[in-house]
């Protein structure tokens, strides 16, 4: 299973960015992310049927998580970018993840290679 992530760049804070990762086959999907210094830590999930969707209180009202299983791609929508939103974001798959763990990177089996957000100003 390849997971092919893109988006990434250079924004100023207040900004917004949408994140795409493109997989194939059917999986619930997640996004993740790591700053310099940091362990790796959750931002947004998505099941399947887009009907239970989850997100980091760091990011709740600011990201959206969403797909399109047409085009085998979840977004995730930025806005209101802040300084410490700046990681490389690495989105992730499973077939099936129950609900309890859509936070929990280790219930994920597929990772894309990470694409860079930097916010500054």
């Known amino acids: 299973v390849q997971l092919q992530a893109s988006g990434g760049g250079l924004v100023q804070p207040g900004d917004s960015l949408t994140l795409s990762c493109a997989a194939s086959?059917?999986?619930?999907m997640g996004w993740f992310r790591r700053s310099p210094g940091n362990e790796r830590e959750f931002v947004a999930a998505?099941?399947?049927?887009?009907?239970?969707?989850a997100y980091a209180d760091s990011v709740k009202g600011r990201f959206t998580i969403s797909r399109d299983n047409a085009k085998n791609t979840v977004y995730l929508r930025m806005n209101s970018l802040k300084p410490e939103d700046t990681a490389a974001y690495y989105c992730?798959?499973?077939?099936?993840?129950?609900?309890?763990?859509?936070?929990?990177?280790?219930?994920?089996?597929?990772w894309g290679q990470g694409t860079h957000v930097t916010v500054s100003s």
């Open positions: 086959g059917r999986f619930d």
């Open positions: 998505v099941r399947w049927s887009g009907g239970n969707t």
């Open positions: 992730a798959a499973v077939p099936r993840v129950i609900l309890s763990r859509m936070r929990d990177a280790s219930a994920y089996y597929y």
